[in-house]
């Protein structure tokens, strides 16, 4: 499958499993290294 990246699409497998109350996804795509700012707890 191809997922849609802040880099650009990504080409992934998809999940192995089907699962009938929770579809298998992830909530955010891949990014590059350094995309997001580090913040400290405060």
């Known amino acids: 499958m ?3 990246t802040p880099s ?3 080409k992934h497998l998809k ?5 009938s109350e ?3 996804r992830w909530a955010r795509p891949s990014v590059p290294l ?3 700012r ?3 707890p405060s």
Not at 15 to 19: D, E, G, N, T
């Open 2 to 4: 191809v997922t849609e």
């Open 8 to 10: 650009g699409p990504l």
């Open 15 to 19: 999940p192995a499993v089907q699962l």
């Open 22 to 24: 929770t579809p298998a």
């Open 34 to 36: 350094g995309y997001h």
């Open 38 to 40: 580090p913040v400290w």
